[in-house]
């Protein structure tokens, strides 16, 4: 006989199916990045898997990154004009898009993408294998699975993460420029000095503060995302349609933890 229907019988189904996976998976994603970290410091990381594994997460990953922040510049600029320009400070545009640009959307973003295409490739993958039993054989030869194949990815997506971001605020700033000369009739020098100057706050290591801020995100973005792209490729169930889930899942953690992060870190660094 079904139950009938109330707001607590709807709050249990709903908690049941979605936030007791959800933790579940935070926990195993926990001891998966508590095992990265421990073996960083007494065992020998492997180089030559760790550079494939940055070949194939940053240099694949280039060009959809620059060519998403390309277009977010573009936008941030067009907008930004449009609303600077009722109060006759259309001029701001080049400060406005440099700090939304490297605070937030360059680190942000980078990490949606990486979220996307990597995190998602290495829940496949590891899925695959995990399907297939081959992490099995790993250990039943007394291979360790976390530095035979989860520490080469960490460490290439953490390295990453910040590379692309720091080239992303350049091409972002870049576009900006480029729509506020041509639609918004701003001079290109000025919009670039501006810009400059929005980012002369000085933080850490003599570092300009904001760009110190972005560096750090998307570090610890890389770290998550690729942790996160592991721990559910291991957790995935047998056969085609558990390897498609563990990779719906690495996504959508994955873009969940950035977003929580960003808040966070941004509350952590600018108060």
């Not at 550079?51 to 959809?64: A, E, F, N, Y």
Request: proline residues 3%; contains cysteine; hydrophobic residues 55%.
């Amino acid at each position: 006989m079904a139950r009938p229907f109330s707001i607590m019988n709807f709050v249990e189904r709903a908690g049941a199916k979605y936030l007791t996976p959800m933790f579940m998976a935070s926990g195993f994603g926990m001891s998966v990045a508590v095992g990265v970290l421990k073996r960083l410091t007494h065992v020998p990381l492997r180089w030559r898997s760790t550079l494939d594994q940055m070949h194939l997460s940053g240099i694949r990953s280039l060009h959809v990154v620059l060519f998403v922040i390309f277009f977010i510049g573009i936008i941030l600029a067009l907008q930004l004009g449009y609303e600077l320009s009722r109060y006759g400070q259309q001029e701001a545009v080049g400060f406005a898009v440099a700090i939304s640009m490297v605070r937030e959307m360059a680190p942000v973003m980078t990490a949606v993408v990486l979220a996307a295409s990597v995190a998602s490739a290495m829940a496949a993958e590891l899925g695959t294998m995990k399907v297939q039993e081959e992490i099995t054989a790993l250990e039943v030869m007394s291979v360790d699975v976390i530095s035979y194949l989860i520490v080469p990815r960490v460490i290439a997506l953490t390295l990453v993460a910040p590379t692309l971001t720091l080239l992303a605020n350049i091409v972002g700033i870049v576009g900006g420029g480029i729509i506020a000369e041509t639609q918004l009739n701003l001079d290109y020098d000025g919009y670039l000095t501006n810009a400059l100057n929005a980012l002369a706050e000085p933080g850490f290591l003599g570092l300009p503060k904001s760009i110190y801020a972005g560096i750090l995100k998307a570090t610890i973005f890389g770290f998550s995302v690729a942790v996160v792209g592991c721990s559910c490729g291991l957790q995935a169930t047998r056969g085609a349609s558990g390897v498609g889930n563990s990779t719906r899942a690495a996504v959508r953690n994955s873009i969940i933890l950035i977003i929580v992060l960003n808040f966070f870190l941004g509350k952590l660094i600018y108060t």
